[in-house]
């Protein structure tokens, strides 16, 4: 079987109600790594979860798209002087990248928790730029951003609990499953 036969496997055996830990077991050792399967079923979003946390992902994506509009309003203003293309540009990237994520969160896709998180945390040290001028401003940005971070980590732990910071959990070298 090749990765795209064995992946709608693995669906079709969830959705049949299948536990994890067995379709794990009978799909492990074939051409796709076991690592590679795990996180496949462990970023497979459960309904039940999902429902269950619906209001707490309907505010991060709330929040998000709140980021959105002041990055959007941020980058024109600031780069208005400049030209209006490049205000423009800045604007769309600005904006409609904070969309992306809030698109990812609603339609719940545990890889964009990770990158957000990632992505966000790698930025930590620019967000200190103003710093001297303005450290109230600063300190204040940085606590919002660092809490909705945070809040992302913590809910991705929620409604993908088989999965770890990157991948799927392992205990003593096995992969383990929330049936």
Known sequence: MDKKEIKRQLIEMLDAGRSKTETFKALSGGKVKDRVLAAW???????ALRERHSL???I???????????GAFAGFFLFYEVSAGMALTIMLLAGGIPLLFAWGFYKNIAAVYTVYVILT?????RMFKGYEEDPVSTLIGVGITLAIVGY???????LFPDLGFIGAKKIKGQFVFSN
């Open 41 to 47: 079923i462990g970023g497979r979003p459960d309904p």
């Open 56 to 58: 707490k992902v309907t």
């Open 60 to 70: 991060l994506v709330v929040l998000t798209c709140i980021q959105a509009l002041i």
């Open 121 to 125: 945390i790698s930025q930590l040290s």
């Open 152 to 158: 992302a980590a913590w809910l991705k732990t929620l």
